[in-house]
C-alpha cells in the first residue's frame, strides 16, 4: 500500500511543473503539444486499467500473510486444496480482458501517434544531423542552420526528417513529442506540434561518448510573428559550408565548437546560413556511394567519414 | 597503448594499466579505477594465501575443480555469481555515488566522482556482469544442484559436458575481471550496439573484452542448455512422468529450450561484431553497406528470451517454497506448467518491443507491443496462484517467506511498468530513460535476485548440512526490500523527467533529491550484501546447532527432501519409484517414510577429471590472446583446446564405482539417525530441535 502510495505521490511530483528555474520544460508530463498530450494521457489510463489485476495483489498478500501465518492463524486450512475450476476462469480470465482492453488501446494511440504522420498540411520543413554531441538543425527553405537550437511557430505542424554523421543516437523532445532513432545513411522522422509559446529541452538519449551527458538542445516553441523575427534575426556570420561542417563533426559540445570555430565560447545557440540546400541529403548519401569507402572516395565525402581526427592535431598541421 | 604491436605481446605493454593513469592524473576518478584493480589483486593473493596457509589447495583440486558432480557444479557456479555480484553491486554505489555528484552545465567539462569514460565502463561492465556473471550462473547453478535431485537422478546427462560450461563461463567472468587491471573496457553497455562499438568509435581493447567473455561464456551456456534438456527428457527416476515433476523441474525445462534456441543469436551477433572489428566485415559499419540495425535485431532475438531465461527459475524456486512454507500443496499445477511454457514459446516473439523507435511503422508496433502484453497474461496467472496456494495455508515467515512477498509486492510494479512501456506510444518518451533502467531493475532483482537468494536458502542445508540462521537471512531480505525501493523507485521518477540512462552528466538541479535518495538505496543494497556474507558466516559458526542430518526441514515434498544432508554423492542409495506428484509428501502422508530400500547395488559416477578446467584456462588465454591480438598465444590455446576435446574423445574412461557395501553402510547409518530422532512440528523449524526429521502426521501439504 504504502508503495503505491509513494509511487502516486511519485508521478504527481514529476508532474508538479518545473520549479525555480521552470523555463525550460523537460517532461512529456509538462506537455506543450498534443502529441506528448496523448503520450501522458495514455500513461495514466494503462496505470488506470492494470490496476485492477495490481491491487489485488498488494491489497490480498498482506491479507493473506497476517491471516494465515502459522503463529496465530485466523482463517480454515485447507492443505490439500488444489484446484478450483471457478478459480481458474477468473485467474485467467480477468487478466485476458484487461489484456484485451489494454491491446485495444495501445493499438488505438499507437497508430494514432505515430511519428510518421503528418500532424496537417503544409508543415515546417526542418532537417536535423546528430554530430557527436550536438545536433544541425537545417531549415532548407528558409536557408538557416542552426546547432543545438530548434526554434518552431507555435500552431504550425513540424516535420523533423532525422540522421547522423557519427553513430548511432536518438531524439527526443519530451514536452512536445517521442524519439525515434537517427542513424547514419538512413532518415527518419518525427512529426508534432506546439500548442503553447514555451522552451522545451531537447536530447539524445542514445549513448554515444564523454560528452553524451551535455547533448541538450533548446527547443523554442514561439508565436508565429516571433519565429518570423527568429528567422530574420542576427546570425553569427557563418554559412554552413565544408569547413564548417568538418569543424563540427569533430567529438566536441556546442561550446567548444563555437571556440574552434572562432567564436565567443559559450552555450549560446549557433545560427548560421545555409550553403548548399541539399547539406542533408549530401551527409545520408556519403555512406551509399558504391565503391571501397575507405580508401580515395572518402577524401571527397562532404565533411568526412569515420571518426574526425581531433582539433589540435589539425592546428599542428 | 603506443600504437606498435609486439609479436610476443601484441598490444600488450606497460601503460596498459589503471596505475599508469594515476600517476599521470591524480583524481577521485583515477584513485578509484587504481583502487578497483588493487583489489583485485590483493583478493587473488589473499585467496592463494589462504589457500595455501589452510593446505586447501589439494582439497580444492580434488574435490571441487575436478569433480564433475552437479551439485558441486552447481555450488560452484553460485559461489562464482556470489564474488561477480560483489563487484557489481559496489559498482552500482560507484555510478549512483557519481550520479549524486554529477550535476553540471553545458559549457563545463563534466564533474563528479569519476570521469565520463570511466562511468561508462562502470554502466558496461556493471550490466554485463550482473546479467551474464551473476544472474545467469546463479540460475544455472540451482538448476544444476537442484534438477537432477528433484527428478530422482544421480547427475546431469552430461556431467563432464557440465564441468566444460562452468570452466567457460568462468573464463568469460575471468576475462571481466582481468580488465579491471589490464586495459579497458569497453564503453557500449551490456547491449553494445554498433556503429558506436565498430573499430572506427571504439578502437582499442574495450569491446574486445566483452565479445570474447560473451562468445566464450556463451558457448558455456548453450551446452549447458542441451545437458539439462536431455536431463530432462532422459534421465528422470522410474514414475516421474512430466505431469508429476515440480514445478522448478518445469521452468527448467522452459530454460533448457530457451538457452537452445536463444544463445545462438548472441554468438551470432558478437561474432558478427568480431568479425566487423578483426577482419574488416561491414556487417554493422556505416559505410560500405553495413546497417546497424541488423544488430540490435538479432542481440534483442537473444535478448528478450533471455530475461525469461532469469526469471523462471525464479518462478520455479517460488512455486516450492510457496508451497511448502503454506504446509500446502501447490495450487494449480497443470495452470502453472501451462503458463510457464507459454512464457517460454511467447517470449520468443516480442523482441522487437527494445526498439519500438527504430522507424519501423506503426503496424509493426501495434503486433509486437500486443505481443507483449500477452506474456503478461500467463505472468498475472503464476502470481494468483502462489497467492492461492498460501490462501487459507499455515505460512511460516521464514527468510524465503521474506522474499517470496517482497517479490510480489515489488514484482507487479515492475509488471505494471513493463506494460505501460509495452504501449509503443508511451515508450516513444520513456525508452533509454532511468524508468527503463528502473524497470528491469524492477523484474530482475525482485525477481531473479529475491527469487536465487530464496532458493539458496531453501536448499542450503541440503548442500552443507546446516541451516542459514533464520533471522539473519529475514534481515538480508528485508535490506535487498528497502534497498530496491530506495534505489530504484526515484529512478521512475528521473526518467519521466526525461533523464536518459547512462548519463555521465546531467543539468537539471530538480533531479538531485531523487539522485540522492537513489545513492541511499544503493548502500542498503551494499548493506544488504554484507549482510547475507554475515549470514553465511555466521551459519557456518553455529553449524552444530543448524545441522540438519535427518535433511527434510521444511517438511517438504519433493524428492530431494528424502535424502541426507548433506547430500551424498550419489544422491539416492537406490533410485525412488516415483507414485505421485510430490512423492516423498505423498509418502509421509502414508506413513513410515524413511523405510530402507530392499537391496543395494553398485553405483557408477562419473570419474573426476581435470578436463573443464584445462579447457577453462585455454579459453582464457585463447580470449585474452585475442583481446590483445597476441596472435601466437591464440593459435596455440585454440590447437590446445581442440587437442583436448579430441584426446578426451579418443579415450576410454571409467566410471568410478561405489560399491553397494560403502552406500549401505551410508544409508543405514542416515536411517538409523532418522528413526532415533525426535520429530519436530513446524512450531520448531527454526529452533535448534529441527535436526531434518520432521514430524510426518502435521505433514499435509
Ligand atoms: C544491487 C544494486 C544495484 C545497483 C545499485 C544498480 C545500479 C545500476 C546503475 C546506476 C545503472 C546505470 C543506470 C543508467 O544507465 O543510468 C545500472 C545499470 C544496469 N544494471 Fe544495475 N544495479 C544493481 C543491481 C543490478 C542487478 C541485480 C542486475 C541484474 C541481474 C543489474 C543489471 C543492470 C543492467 C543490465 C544495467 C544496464 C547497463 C547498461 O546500461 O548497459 N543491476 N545499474
Ligand atoms: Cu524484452
Avoid at chain 2, 534483442?300 to 510457496?322: D, K, N, Q, R, T
Avoid at chain 2, 532483482?445 to 536448499?459: E, R, S
Avoid at chain 2, 538505496?521 to 554484507?530: D, I, P, S, T
Avoid at chain 2, 551424498?568 to 523405510?595: C, H, L
Wanted: charged share 15%.
Amino acid at each position: 500500500m504504502f508503495l503505491l502510495a509513494g509511487m502516486t505521490a511519485a508521478i504527481a511530483l514529476a508532474m508538479a511543473p518545473a520549479s525555480a528555474h521552470g523555463v525550460v520544460e523537460d517532461s512529456f508530463l509538462q506537455p506543450m503539444g498534443p502529441v506528448a498530450a496523448e503520450q501522458s494521457k495514455h500513461l495514466l489510463r494503462v496505470i488506470g486499467i492494470t490496476m485492477i489485476v495490481i491491487l489485488p495483489v498488494l491489497i490480498g498478500v498482506p491479507l493473506i500473510l497476517w491471516r494465515y501465518r502459522y503463529r496465530k492463524p485466523r482463517g480454515a486450512y485447507s492443505p490439500e486444496w488444489e484446484y478450483s475450476e471457478k478459480l481458474e476462469y477468473a485467474l485467467w480470465g480477468v487478466p485476458v480482458l484487461i489484456v484485451i482492453v489494454l491491446a485495444g488501446w495501445l493499438w488505438h494511440s499507437t497508430a494514432k501517434l505515430d511519428p510518421y504522420q503528418q500532424l496537417g498540411p503544409d508543415p515546417l520543413q526542418v532537417q536535423a544531423i546528430g554530430l557527436d554531441w550536438k545536433w544541425v538543425f537545417i531549415y532548407p527553405e528558409q536557408g538557416i542552420a542552426t546547432v543545438d537550437e530548434l526554434a518552431i511557430p507555435v500552431g504550425r505542424p513540424v516535420q523533423l526528417m532525422l540522421t547522423t554523421d557519427t553513430v548511432m543516437q536518438s531524439m527526443l523532445i519530451a514536452p512536445l513529442t517521442g524519439q525515434i532513432y537517427a542513424m547514419p545513411g538512413m532518415s527518419t522522422q518525427l512529426n508534432f506540434s506546439a500548442s503553447r509559446a514555451g522552451t522545451a529541452e531537447g536530447e539524445n538519449t542514445q549513448f554515444n561518448g564523454s560528452g553524451f551527458g551535455r547533448q541538450k538542445f533548446k527547443v523554442r516553441a514561439l508565436d508565429p510573428d516571433e519565429f518570423d523575427r527568429w528567422l530574420d534575426g542576427p546570425d553569427s556570420g557563418l554559412t554552413l559550408d565544408e569547413a564548417t561542417y568538418a569543424t563540427l563533426r569533430r567529438q566536441s559540445v556546442l561550446a567548444d565548437a563555437k571556440s574552434d570555430l572562432g567564436l565567443e565560447r559559450s552555450t549560446g545557440p549557433l545560427v548560421m546560413s545555409l550553403g548548399a540546400r541539399d547539406v542533408f541529403d549530401r551527409v545520408i548519401g556519403k555512406y551509399h556511394r558504391t565503391g571501397n569507402g575507405e580508401n580515395a572516395a572518402d577524401a571527397e565525402a562532404w565533411g568526412g567519414i569515420g571518426l574526425p581526427a581531433p582539433a589540435k592535431q589539425e592546428s599542428g598541421q | 597503448m603506443s600504437g606498435q604491436s609486439s609479436p610476443t605481446f601484441g598490444n600488450l605493454d606497460w601503460e596498459v594499466t589503471p596505475y599508469t593513469d594515476l600517476l599521470e592524473h591524480v583524481n577521485s576518478s583515477t584513485i578509484i579505477g587504481a583502487g578497483a584493480a588493487s583489489v583485485l589483486v590483493l583478493g587473488a593473493f589473499a585467496g592463494i594465501a589462504l589457500l595455501t596457509y589452510m593446505r586447501w589447495w589439494k582439497p580444492l583440486f580434488r574435490d571441487w575443480l575436478t569433480s564433475a558432480d552437479a551439485k558441486k557444479i552447481g555450488i560452484m557456479y553460485i559461489a562464482l555469481a556470489l564474488v561477480m555480484m560483489a563487484r557489481g553491486i559496489i559498482e552500482g554505489l560507484v555510478m549512483r555515488a557519481h550520479q549524486a555528484t554529477a550535476l553540471g552545465a553545458l559549457d563545463k567539462a563534466e564533474t563528479g566522482l569519476v570521469a565520463p569514460d570511466h562511468f561508462a565502463q562502470l554502466f558496461s561492465t556493471h550490466g554485463t556482469i550482473m546479467i551474464f556473471f551473476v544472474a545467469m550462473p546463479l540460475l544455472i547453478g540451482l538448476i544444476n544442484f537442484v534438477l537432477p535431485q528433484q527428478l530422482g537422478a544421480r547427475d546431469m546427462a552430461f556431467p563432464v559436458l557440465n564441468q566444460v560450461s562452468l570452466g567457460l563461463t568462468a573464463a568469460g567472468a575471468g576475462l571481466v575481471m582481468v580488465s579491471l587491471l589490464i586495459g579497458d573496457f569497453g564503453t557500449g553497455g551490456w547491449t553494445m550496439y554498433p556503429p558506436y562499438t565498430g573499430l572506427d568509435y571504439s578502437p582499442g581493447e574495450g569491446v574486445d573484452y566483452w565479445l570474447w567473455a560473451i562468445l566464450i561464456s556463451g558457448v558455456g551456456s548453450t551446452l549447458t542448455g542441451m545437458n539439462f534438456a536431455v536431463t530432462i527428457f532422459k534421465s528422470r527416476a522410474p514414475g516421474m512422468h512430466l505431469m508429476r515433476m515440480p514445478l522448478f523441474c518445469w521452468t527448467s525445462l522452459c530454460v533448457a529450450i530457451m538457452l537452445i534456441y536463444a544463445m545462438p543469436a548472441l554468438t551470432v551477433s558478437s561474432a558478427m561484431l568480431a568479425l566487423d572489428r578483426y577482419a574488416g566485415f561491414h556487417f554493422f559499419t556505416n559505410a560500405s553497406g553495413g546497417n546497424m540495425m541488423n544488430y540490435a535485431n538479432i542481440f534483442w532475438m537473444f535478448g528478450h528470451p533471455e530475461v525469461y531465461i532469469l526469471i523462471l527459475p525464479a518462478f520455479g524456486v517460488f512455486s516450492e517454497i510457496s508451497s511448502t512454507y503454506s504446509g500446502k500443496r501447490l495450487y494449480g499445477y497443470t495452470s502453472l506448467v501451462i503458463a510457464s511454457m507459454s512464457i517460454a514459446v511467447v517470449s520468443f516473439m516480442v523482441w522487437l518491443h527494445h526498439f519500438f523507435t527504430m522507424g519501423q511503422s506503426a503496424g509493426v508496433n501495434i503486433a509486437f507491443g500486443i505481443a507483449t502484453m500477452i506474456i503478461g497474461i500467463p505472468t498475472g496467472v503464476k502470481i494468483y496462484d502462489w497467492m492461492a496456494t498460501m490462501w487459507r495455508g499455515r505460512v511460516r515467515i521464514t527468510a524465503p517467506v521474506v522474499y517470496l512477498v517482497g517479490f510480489f509486492l515489488l514484482f507487479v510494479i515492475g509488471g505494471l511498468s513493463g506494460i505501460i512501456l509495452a504501449n509503443p506510444s508511451i515508450d516513444y518518451q520513456v525508452h533509454n530513460t532511468t524508468f527503463l533502467v528502473a524497470h528491469f531493475h524492477n523484474v530482475i532483482i525482485p525477481g531473479v535476485l529475491y527469487g536465487m537468494l530464496a532458493g539458496v536458502h531453501y536448499w542450503f542445508p541440503k548442500a552443507f548440512g546446516f541451516r542459514l540462521d533464520e533471522s539473519w537471512g529475514r534481515r538480508t531480505a528485508l535490506l535487498f526490500v528497502g534497498g530496491f525501493i530506495f534505489t530504484f523507485m526515484p529512478l521512475y521518477v528521473l526518467g519521466l523527467m526525461g533523464l536518459p540512462r547512462r548519463s555521465p552528466t546531467f543539468q537539471d538541479p530538480d533531479f538531485l533529491p531523487w539522485m540522492y535518495i537513489a545513492s541511499f538505496g544503493a548502500v542498503l543494497m551494499l548493506a544488504a550484501l554484507f549482510c547475507l556474507l554475515w549470514t553465511f558466516w555466521k551459519s557456518y559458526r553455529h553449524r552444530m546447532s543448524l545441522s540438519v542430518p535427518g535433511g527434510d526441514p521444511w517438511n517438504g515434498s519433493s524428492l530431494e527432501w528424502s535424502t541426507p544432508a548433506p547430500v551424498p554423492e550419489w544422491t539416492f542409495a537406490s533410485i525412488p519409484k516415483v507414485q505421485a506428484r510430490g512423492d516423498w509428501g505423498e509418502t509421509k502422508r502414508a506413513g513410515d517414510p524413511w523405510r530402507a530400500p530392499d537391496s543395494y547395488a553398485d553405483i557408477e559416477m562419473p570419474a573426476n577429471t581435470a578436463h573443464g578446467l584445462i579447457i577453462a584456462g585455454m579459453a582464457f588465454a585463447l580470449g585474452f590472446a585475442m583481446v590483445w591480438h597476441i596472435w601466437w598465444l591464440a593459435a596455440l590455446s585454440f590447437f590446445a583446446i581442440t587437442a583436448a576435446l579430441i584426446w578426451r574423445g579418443m579415450r576410454v574412461i571409467e566410471p568410478r564405482i561405489i560399491p553397494a557395501r560403502q552406500v549401505e553402510e551410508e544409508d543405514r547409518r542416515f536411517r538409523e539417525y532418522v528413526a532415533g530422532a525426535t520429530p519436530i512440528t513446524r512450531a520448531d523449524e527454526e529452533s535448534e530441535r529441527n535436526r531434518g526429521v520432521p514430524d510426518c502426521s502435521e505433514f499435509a501439504g
